[in-house]
Nanobody, 122 residues
Framework: QVQLAESGGGLVQEGDSLRLSCVASRRTYSFPVIGWFRQAPGKEREFVAT????????NYSDSVKGRFTISRDNAKNTVYLQMNSLKPGDTAVYYC???????????????WGQGTQVTVSS
């Protein structure tokens, strides 16, 4: 079992940056992948990025590639999402989740944090 907790959201202006953090209660071989997803009101929860604890391989959605960077600090059991050049379209609740394997579908992930709100004003 693993518990996840997101933090770092807030209200920023278009073009600004934020860094989100996801702290896991433990790093486990059973859940080797951490993903970031986001959900805006009335919209489906969508894939943002994933990273593997071991090796650090990453995957990004086309909408954030080149602007967002996912990284991890294994010693702290923490995954980060550095978000640069933020746009109003990035406004959503951001969630981190743990999975057995990499994937882009929210239904594939077993454990979720409570989410952190990111609001980008124009």
């Amino acid at each position: 079992q693993v518990q996840l907790a997101e933090s770092g959201g807030g209200l920023v202006q278009e073009g600004d940056s934020l860094r989100l953090s996801c702290v896991a209660s433990r790093r486990t071989y059973s859940f080797p992948v951490i993903g970031w997803f986001r959900q805006a009101p009335g919209k489906e929860r969508e894939f943002v990025a994933t990273i593997r604890w071991s090796g650090g391989s990453t995957n990004y959605s086309d909408s954030v590639k080149g602007r967002f960077t996912i990284s991890r600090d294994n010693a702290k059991n923490t995954v980060y999402l550095q978000m640069n050049s933020l746009k109003p379209g990035d406004t959503a609740v951001y969630y981190c989740a743990a999975n057995l394997v990499g994937g882009t579908w929210a239904s594939q992930y077993h454990y979720w944090g409570q989410g952190t709100q990111v609001t980008v004003s124009s």
